[in-house]
């Protein structure tokens, strides 16, 4: 049987009909994900998967959602062995919905990074291509047809970065769109729940599955969801591009050529193509690293090895902070919370933590004009293609930023597609839409997933033959 | 003398426990007193993932609090993480109101030595309290502590004043007065012993006229409205000490020690504080709709300067009306009993004569007592009528107080109902002059002393019972005919 082709509509439909059992898909499944992670590194821990009688759409979880009955560890070794004793709200939904949690997917530290270089557990791989970056567990998980639907935050553009590597279909909502109760955030004000699927549509169900108003995370708001099923799109869609992705910091021409041809492509199909000017993209990654860190330095304060977590014993209270927090976070985090603690302190506090906060308004006020106007932006997902694991290059992370950090600042909803092969690994598009109409992003994007009609890749290919 | 050189520049901070049911941010009991970490949830323990609810009650008792001391009431209000690492903060943050806090420029108006004097507050916020530390020995040389999590998250307002303060005694009148408005509104115990008020001073001296602010010290563990004002005498002698000898005092947090009355610099728990406030992403600001903070106003009860006014009005001198409206339960009582009883004064003698006397003695406050106002006001008017004297009300009284009897059953079961019969009084009379021959011819010799000693003897055969004035009339009358 060859499941990895299926829609979840489709698997639902099985189900249905009784062509096919939970109970097989889910062994199935648990079967492929425990071989595939020792292929590409995808899991910190693997699960069973709770099924239910009637259904079993084969899922997975970012590290950093607490799912009570095992370990959530962010990534983390100060979490090594650490038991939420509650689950995040988006994945109770996402399980009541008839998704089945097959397991704990590998990240950076915290979700700070795209790369699992930062992950103290494991390295994942792109499975594309040995040896490159997949950005996340998550992704890779969906590229290597490990699970239909990966959940996994996104605060600066992680999840849809790490969708591009894999060439698979990230989405991350509106700020308030799903509940971040259980979401172990490093940046509160830009961290969003969002999904991993290998299409539009899968998108959109998932997506809907988990938003909803939840009244114990202020932060969720009460809108109705009511983008999926997804209507059909009657008109060819416009979309507005901002002129100032090329001059992005290290654009790769591996971009530059996809992107080009996707625009062509679309053009020729009918979509209209607007050239629009947002000069704040120019400073919005900064701008987002910049209140991330301060929010992380913050957030991440109640490491302390007290109440939870690792702890190393020190000579008095202080030592024990300073001796825990050394040896349980890594490197990368430690110098992203010195970041956060020295542009926050009394010196930097208005020329760094205050300008970043007031130059967000001036992102959020200036995307809000172009979008008033056409209702969607494309740009490239990332500057640059897949990078090789072996490639340690300064700032590449950071720049890696460039194109999605823009909608975490003003809560925008935004979806990554894959659009795009260059030399064997996958090149994405974006596309972001307006608060709360992700069932117009969605319809916008399944037209141009049509356009593109992207090969796919199926690691698994020759199986069922 | 100290005084003519320099001035005290004192302002408090002030933190109150608000006596919601549940905490800042989250629904665990913000009750006192139990089992350590049994009233802990994955908020208040600032567990990964977790997120905070705000507690509107507490938004309420703050915006009560507010109109009470005169505040403006902020329409936007942001909850703000004011970060620091203490084992007894479990998010290594606090969330309190630092940029936009609830109420701002209020006021407090005291008394002291008859002139009236204003206190500025400068704020009124809402934040989280933290948790308790629990020392294996003493806080020097524990070998281990352990930390209690029930008090993390119950919900406080700060009360920080304006340096108007210029002495210690204005600073525990102002804390006095303070306590009296929050204890009216309702929304906290104000208990200091218990922690559920809590006060620091801020006290720096300066020579007198200047406008200039100079080093201050930050005073911290005075438990008692007495430690403050002590706290802060012993701090305005050390630092004066200091400038005379041409020093400069150094700015830090001292400890005061109840035991020797003095103060002494406390080691910082961490060095430099820099709090790096911003908005906590996970609260929301609060819009305080006028509709809401005026139906808020609505629920105000009189307060105590509004009270004493009214008392004064009423007759009662300045001072019985200060005392009794510094006791909020003692006043309550007296606007009942007024109700069946319109004279002031008479009531008020009795409060605060026997009633706080026995109240006192007994540790309850009025609310508490067996007494209610509808009884004391009986007894009174027995007394206007009288069926008893004033004497003998105050032993009916003091049963009364014991057991809660009605006046009359009292003085029924007591067979104290005060003779006025004057048949009755006629009989005894003539038996008291025909045993007192001596008195009788001092009366009639001039000494009108012996009418004083006759009326006595009847008072005395009628164990208290006869009403003097009747006796008196029938002797004179007995005397004369004599």
């Known amino acids: ?465 | 003398m100290m005084a003519a050189e320099f001035e005290p520049v004192i302002g408090l901070e002030i933190h109150v426990e608000l006596m919601t049911d549940t905490k800042l941010f989250c629904g665990c009991p913000a009750t006192f007193g139990e089992e350590p970490n049994t009233q802990v949830c994955p908020v208040c323990l600032g567990l990964p993932g977790h997120r905070p609810l705000l507690n509107r009650k507490a938004a309420e008792y703050a915006i009560k609090a507010a109109l009470a001391l005169n505040c403006q009431i902020a329409s936007h209000t942001t909850f703000d993480r004011k970060n620091y690492f203490y084992c007894d903060l479990p998010k290594g943050y606090q969330i309190s109101q630092f940029f936009y806090p609830m109420g701002t420029e209020g006021y407090v108006d005291i008394n002291i030595e008859g002139k009236d004097r204003r206190i500025g507050l400068r704020q009124i916020h809402i934040e989280e309290d933290t948790g308790k530390l629990l020392h294996a020995g003493s806080i020097v040389d524990a070998n281990f502590s352990r930390v209690d999590f029930n008090r993390a998250g119950v919900p406080l307002i700060e009360i920080v004043t304006h340096p108007d303060i210029r002495s210690a005694e204005e600073a525990k009148l102002f804390l006095q007065k303070l306590r009296a408005i929050l204890l009216y509104t309702g929304i906290s115990d104000c208990k200091m012993e218990e922690g559920s008020m809590r006060c620091d001073a801020n006290v720096s001296l300066r020579p007198v006229g200047s406008q200039e602010l100079f080093n201050k010290t930050e005073l911290k563990n005075m438990n008692s409205f007495r430690s403050v004002q002590k706290g802060i005498e012993y701090e305005i002698i050390r630092q004066g000490k200091i400038f005379r000898k041409g020093g400069e005092v150094i700015p830090e947090t001292r400890h005061f020690d109840e035991g020797r009355g003095t103060t002494k610099a406390m080691r910082s728990k961490f060095a430099a504080s820099d709090y790096r406030c911003f908005p906590d992403p996970n609260v929301p600001p609060l819009r305080v709709s006028e509709e809401w903070v005026k139906k808020i106003a609505e629920t105000l009860p009189e307060l105590p300067d509004a009270r004493f006014h009214r008392f004064v009005k009423l007759g009662l001198p300045e001072y019985d009306a200060e005392l009794l409206t510094s006791n909020k339960e003692l006043a309550d009582f007296l606007d009942i009993a007024l109700t069946y009883y319109k004279n002031a004064k008479t009531l008020s003698n009795w409060l605060m004569g026997d009633f706080l006397r026995l109240l006192n003695a007994a540790a309850l406050d009025a609310s508490q007592s067996k007494v209610t106002p509808k009884k004391l006001a009986e007894l009174l008017t027995l007394v206007d009528q009288g069926t008893i004297s004033g004497k003998i009300a105050k032993d009916v009284f003091e049963e009364m107080f014991a057991t809660g009897k009605d006046p009359k059953d009292v003085i029924a079961e007591k067979g104290l109902i005060q003779i006025s019969d004057t048949g009755e009084l006629e009989k005894m009379a003539d038996e008291i002059l025909a045993q007192n021959p001596g008195s009788v011819a001092d009366y009639k010799g001039g000494k009108e002393k012996a009418l004083g000693f006759l009326v006595g003897q009847i008072m005395k055969a009628t164990r208290g019972k006869a009403n003097p004035k009747v006796a008196n009339e029938v002797l004179l009358r007995k005397l004369q005919e004599l």
């Open chain 1, 1 to 465: 049987m060859v499941f990895a082709s299926l829609k979840i509509r489709e698997l639902k439909k099985a189900y249905q009909t009784n062509s096919l059992t939970p109970q097989e898909v889910r062994k199935d499944y648990a079967h492929k994900a425990a071989r595939l992670d020792e292929q590409y590194g995808l899991f910190i821990t693997l699960l069973k998967g709770r099924e239910s009688d009637r259904e079993f759409i084969p899922a997975a979880a970012a590290d950093n959602l607490c799912l009570e009955g095992d370990r959530t560890t962010c990534a983390s070794s100060l979490l090594t062995g650490y038991n939420s004793p509650f689950s995040a709200y988006a994945l109770e939904k996402a399980m009541a919905a008839g998704f089945g949690i097959l397991g704990k997917t590998n990240l950076d530290e915290f979700g700070i990074g795209v790369g699992t270089g930062a992950s103290p557990f494991k390295t994942t791989h792109n499975p594309w291509k040995a040896g490159y970056y997949a950005g996340s567990g998550a992704a890779a998980a969906l590229a290597a047809g490990a699970v239909m639907t990966a959940f996994a935050s996104d605060a600066r553009g992680e999840l849809r970065q790490s969708a591009s590597y894999a060439g698979v279909v990230g989405m991350k909502p509106t700020y308030g769109r799903v509940s971040r109760r259980g979401l172990v955030d490093y940046a509160s004000s830009l961290d969003q729940v969002g999904v991993i699927t290998r299409c539009v549509e899968d998108a959109a169900f998932a997506l809907s599955a988990i938003s909803g108003h939840d009244l114990k995370d202020p932060t969720s708001l009460n809108k109705p969801v009511d983008f999926y099923p997804l209507p059909k799109a009657s008109t060819p869609t416009k979309l507005a591009c901002p002129r100032e992705w090329r001059s992005a910091e290290g654009l790769e021409a591996s971009v530059v050529k996809s992107f080009e041809e996707t625009l062509r492509k679309l053009a020729k199909a009918g979509v209209e193509i607007q050239e629009v000017s947002v000069p704040a993209l120019k400073q919005s990654s900064l701008v987002a690293m910049i209140i991330a860190a301060v929010e992380a330095f913050s957030n991440l304060a109640n490491f302390d090895g007290i109440r939870f977590g690792e702890r190393t014993p020190g000579e008095h209270l202080q030592d024990m902070y300073i001796k825990t927090r050394t040896a349980g976070f890594g490197q990368r985090v430690k110098e992203f919370l010195t970041l956060g603690a020295l542009v926050s302190s009394g010196k930097h506090y208005q020329d760094y933590f205050l300008w970043a906060q007031k130059y967000r308004r001036v992102i959020k006020e200036q995307l809000e004009t172009v979008l008033e106007e056409t209702p969607f932006l494309i740009m490239p997902t990332l500057p640059f293609a897949p990078p090789a694991l072996s490639r340690q290059e300064p700032g590449l992370e950071y720049r890696g930023d460039t194109y999605t950090s823009l909608a975490n600042l003003a809560g925008l909803p935004a979806i990554s597609l894959p659009a795009g092969i260059h030399e064997g690994l996958p090149i994405g598009l974006q596309l972001v839409g307006r608060p709360f109409e992700e069932g117009a992003l969605l319809n916008a994007a399944a037209n141009v997933e049509t356009i593109i009609s992207f090969p796919g890749f199926n690691p698994e290919g020759e199986e069922g033959k």
